[in-house]
């Protein structure tokens, strides 16, 4: 593709530098990962392969959803207690509950897991698999730039871009689907603000206006009824 022998030893590098890319940007469902931690203590080490946190809650009857919060508002709201954690805060490689834990509890997670790395061992991965574009053109980028070749680095950027665009829409469509998440509930125009419609009120309003409408024509027909009858000789 660069029509060059002499840059195969550069060739791990850019897929490296590619990779460090794809995974400061990327954010696909094939990057998901759902898993549970059990832990007893306030903090766990968070998985090596680790890049965001999507959800999480504590496993029960019901489960308990858990709200993300900054590690000021933890210690100011939750020192010197322990309890059924009901918040959380990442800092580096670690992730704290708060309260922290009384007892053993097991946490259901769904993360976001950084793209496995090529190498003489591991020579594929789901992106590579999927949409093998985004690594050709992401390693030509890489090449272009180190060779200082200022129009192959403008047509390989833009093309990089591209793909990983339609991969990301791609992932919303697999995720949310192509229906309305909520049948019958979201109401939208275009270029206007997506609002909730609450059908209960909506058929209320709806009689409250039609009644309206009758009461005004009522009102025109008594009303020409008088004229009628005051001019009537």
């Not at 007893?40 to 709200?67: N, V």
């Not at 833009?158 to 697999?174: C, F, G, H, V, Y």
């Amino acid at each position: 593709w660069l029509d060059r022998d002499d840059l195969t030893d550069r060739i791990p590098d850019f897929v490296a530098l590619l990779e460090a890319r794809l995974n400061r940007v990327l954010r696909s469902v094939n990057q998901e990962t759902r898993t549970t931690w059990t832990t007893s203590t306030e903090s766990y080490a968070l998985p090596s392969d680790f890049r965001k946190l999507r959800k999480i809650h504590i496993e029960g009857t019901p489960d308990r959803p858990m709200i993300e919060i900054a590690p000021q508002a933890a210690a100011f709201s939750y020192a010197g207690t322990t309890g059924t954690p009901a918040a959380y805060y990442i800092e580096g490689r670690t992730i704290t509950f708060a309260p922290p834990p009384a007892d053993s509890t097991t946490f259901r997670v769904n993360y976001f897991a950084r793209i496995a790395p090529l190498s003489l061992i591991d020579d594929s991965n789901w992106v590579l698999e999927e949409h093998p574009d985004i690594y050709l053109s992401g390693t030509l980028l890489e090449a272009a730039i180190y060779i200082r070749d200022e129009d192959a680095v403008a047509l390989c950027s833009q093309k990089l871009d591209n793909a990983i665009a339609e991969l990301q829409r791609e992932s919303r469509t697999d995720r949310w689907g192509a229906g309305p998440l909520v049948p019958g509930g979201i109401a939208q125009t275009r270029g206007g603000v997506c609002v909730m419609v609450d059908h209960t009120r909506r058929s209320f309003f709806g009689k409250l206006v039609a009644a309206v409408a009758t009461l005004t024509v009522a009102t025109k027909l008594l009303k020409s009824a008088q004229v009628v009858e005051e001019v009537a000789p």
